[in-house]
């Protein structure tokens, strides 16, 4: 967890230095959020942009792909139909920043959850780590659309996948009920899954 504050505050140096404003995003906001804290289950720390927001164009991102590769960081560079995600990593620690394009006023995020654009119009701020992070706003907002309405109590293994199932937008075909009962089945009895 300390690693993961070093290096969640080094990538706010090197964004806030280029004037790239960004946010909290997935567990990483609801940590900051709801703990005051990063999740220790949590493999990564998940931030983001909205391209076309915030000054943030696609020309920008490769000088701030070349700051982090100047403090050390491997980077990874996918764009995806328009979206830009760059994978960030030092010292077995990982950063996912998300430059998302809005269609029809929303962004979606892993697992095709869509969030509304005007959450990201007008960012609210935490203080987390000792300063303050762009989030969501109103973070309660985005954290009941991206988790569910009971987002402030912590999950326990295998909770969070169950909710997670609840809230995906499942076409009913045979094959896919058969699937999503077969997961919850799966999940019921106490054992661990992971989700693609």
């Given at each position: 967890?300390?690693?993961?504050?070093?290096?969640?505050?080094?990538?706010?140096?090197?964004?806030?230095?280029?004037?790239?404003?960004?946010?909290?995003?997935?567990?990483?906001?609801?940590?900051?959020?709801?703990?005051?804290?990063?999740?220790?289950?949590?493999?990564?720390?998940?931030?983001?942009?909205?391209?076309?927001?915030?000054?943030?164009?696609?020309?920008?991102?490769?000088?701030?792909?070349?700051?982090?590769?100047?403090?050390?960081?491997?980077?990874?560079?996918?764009?995806?139909?328009?979206?830009?995600?760059?994978?960030?990593?030092?010292?077995?620690?990982?950063?996912?920043?998300?430059?998302?394009?809005?269609?029809?006023?929303?962004?979606?995020?892993?697992?095709?959850?869509?969030?509304?654009?005007?959450?990201?119009?007008?960012?609210?701020?935490?203080?987390?780590?000792?300063?303050?992070?762009?989030?969501?706003?109103?973070?309660?907002?985005?954290?009941?659309?991206?988790?569910?309405?009971?987002?402030?109590?912590?999950?326990?293994?295998?909770?969070?996948?169950?909710?997670?199932?609840?809230?995906?937008?499942?076409?009913?075909?045979?094959?896919?009920?058969?699937?999503?009962?077969?997961?919850?089945?799966?999940?019921?009895?106490g054992r661990r899954a992971t989700l693609r």
């Amino acid at each position: 967890l300390p690693a993961a504050e070093t290096m969640l505050l080094e990538a706010k140096a090197v964004l806030d230095a280029q004037q790239i404003t960004f946010f909290l995003r997935q567990g990483t906001c609801l940590g900051a959020v709801r703990d005051g804290a990063i999740i220790p289950w949590d493999d990564d720390i998940d931030i983001g942009s909205v391209l076309g927001m915030h000054g943030l164009t696609l020309d920008a991102i490769e000088p701030v792909a070349a700051a982090f590769r100047k403090r050390g960081f491997d980077v990874t560079r996918l764009d995806l139909n328009g979206s830009v995600y760059l994978g960030l990593a030092k010292n077995a620690m990982h950063i996912d920043w998300f430059c998302y394009v809005p269609n029809d006023g929303f962004i979606v995020q892993h697992p095709g959850v869509r969030i509304p654009i005007d959450l990201l119009e007008h960012l609210a701020s935490v203080d987390f780590l000792g300063t303050r992070f762009a989030v969501p706003g109103p973070p309660e907002r985005y954290l009941e659309i991206k988790y569910g309405p009971d987002w402030r109590t912590p999950k326990q293994a295998g909770d969070f996948e169950r909710d997670i199932l609840a809230i995906l937008p499942i076409p009913h075909t045979p094959l896919a009920t058969r699937a999503a009962h077969t997961i919850a089945a799966r999940l019921m009895v106490g054992r661990r899954a992971t989700l693609r």
